[in-house]
Every structure is written in structure tokens, then in C-alpha cells.
């Protein structure tokens, strides 16, 4: 059964701070990787997408890294800001036509001024 | 566009009453799925549809029940509710699946007492 696990699940930095959050999956065998944002009391929003034959994605200051053979993504956020303040989550589809996305519990980034 | 909306946003029922959660899109998806979130935990996948008239489970199905008659609206109906339905519930929705990211919407924050 694919498990995602997140470490840790709480991070508090400064502001301008360049910083990295993990996300591990027991199974390789996966169809693509997800990083969602979710702020207090709203819905989760996508941040980037990768499928499993890609090894990373950028969108801005983040940077999304992919090691199927380790079962391990990195989000990366650089120069971080307050407004970057959030929960973000990690999730996997797994392969074999699956349409479920498993989640992992969360790291909880607060970025000081 | 609006997005993904669900209705109500909050809502407090007593044991064994029922309701139904509403969920649209105007995004002309194919695909809607239906998550829950309990405090501290991952998203978990109640039920998923892939175009109007077709619906599969999730991992967490029982006590929950759904339809999809039309591309735009997929609602989720809770038959005699019990307190462990208490939870945050998301809709979703994306155009090509797996393929895709998924779109969530705001949330229903349900109580069973």
C-alpha cells in the first residue's frame, strides 16, 4: 500500500530564508507527483506537477525535484516570503490506472518578517 | 470562472440525519472527485467520477453516496450520519484525470453531533 510520508511537519523560518521541504512514497511505481499549497479554512491549490519520467518542475521560486528510485521529492522555495505562509502538501498517483491521489499529512511553513 | 464551488460551507447535523453536499464546475471537466479531510491527516478519496453518469469508489466509500447525471455538478449524499463523518470535505475536478492537476473547492466543514 503507497504511503506518503512529510518531514517535518512543522517549519518556521525568516523571511528572505531559502528552504526545502520533503516528501517520501514507499512504492516507485508511480504515474506523477504532486505539490498542492492550502492555506487556514480553504481548499488545497495545485503548485506544480510531475509526471514520472520528468525529474523536476519550476514554477517562479519553486522548484520541485523527483527521485523515483529513492521515493523522494523536494519542494524547493527560494528567497521566501510571508505570504508563503502555509500548509503544502506532497501526492502521488500511483501506477496501474489508478485515479487516486495519495496524500501526505502536511508541513506546516511559517515564514517570519 | 467561478472554479470549483461547494455549498453549504458549514453545516452541523445530528446523528442519523441525512444531507446532501453540493459540488459544481464550470470548467467543462470530465473528471470530479470527492476528498475528505480529518485533523492532522491526509487527504483521503471518498468516491471519483470520470464523466456524466459514471462513478467509482474511493478509499473511504462507506456511508456516502453520489451521482453525476450532468458534466458540471457531482453532489455527495450522506445517508444517517454518525460522528465519525465529521470532517472538512473537498470537491475536486480536473480535465484529463491522471493527466492533470486537479482543481479543488473551498470546503464543507461538516459536524455530526
Known amino acids: 500500500k503507497q504511503e506518503v510520508t512529510q518531514i517535518p511537519a512543522a517549519l518556521s523560518v525568516p523571511e528572505g530564508e531559502n528552504l526545502v521541504l520533503n516528501c517520501s512514497f514507499t512504492?516507485?511505481?508511480?504515474?506523477?507527483l504532486q505539490w498542492f499549497r492550502q492555506d487556514p479554512g480553504k481548499g488545497l491549490t495545485s503548485l506544480l506537477l510531475i509526471q514520472s519520467s520528468q525529474r523536476e518542475q519550476t514554477s517562479g521560486r519553486l522548484n520541485a525535484s523527483l527521485d523515483k528510485s529513492s521515493g523522494r521529492s523536494t519542494l524547493y522555495i527560494a528567497a521566501s516570503q510571508p505570504g508563503d505562509s502555509a500548509t503544502y502538501l506532497c501526492a502521488v498517483i500511483p501506477q496501474g490506472g489508478s485515479e487516486k491521489l495519495v496524500f501526505g499529512k502536511g508541513t506546516k511553513l511559517t515564514v517570519n518578517p | 470562472n467561478a472554479g470549483v464551488t461547494q455549498t453549504p460551507k458549514f453545516r452541523i447535523l445530528k446523528i442519523g440525519q441525512s444531507m446532501t453536499l453540493q459540488c459544481a464546475q464550470d470548467m467543462n471537466h470530465n473528471y470530479m472527485y470527492w476528498y475528505r479531510q480529518d485533523p492532522g491527516m491526509g487527504l483521503k478519496l471518498i468516491y471519483y467520477?470520470?464523466?456524466?453518469?459514471?462513478?467509482d469508489k474511493g478509499e473511504v466509500p462507506n456511508g456516502y453516496n453520489v451521482s453525476r447525471s450532468t458534466t458540471e455538478d457531482f453532489p455527495l449524499r450522506l445517508e444517517l450520519a454518525a460522528p465519525s463523518q465529521t470532517s472538512v470535505y473537498f470537491c475536486?475536478?480536473?480535465?484529463?484525470?491522471?493527466?492533470?492537476?486537479?482543481?479543488f473547492g473551498p470546503g464543507t466543514r461538516l459536524t455530526v453531533l
Open positions: 512504492d516507485s511505481a508511480i504515474y506523477n
Open positions: 475536486a475536478s480536473s480535465y484529463r484525470g491522471r493527466e492533470d492537476t486537479q482543481y
Open positions: 467520477s470520470v464523466g456524466a453518469g459514471i462513478t
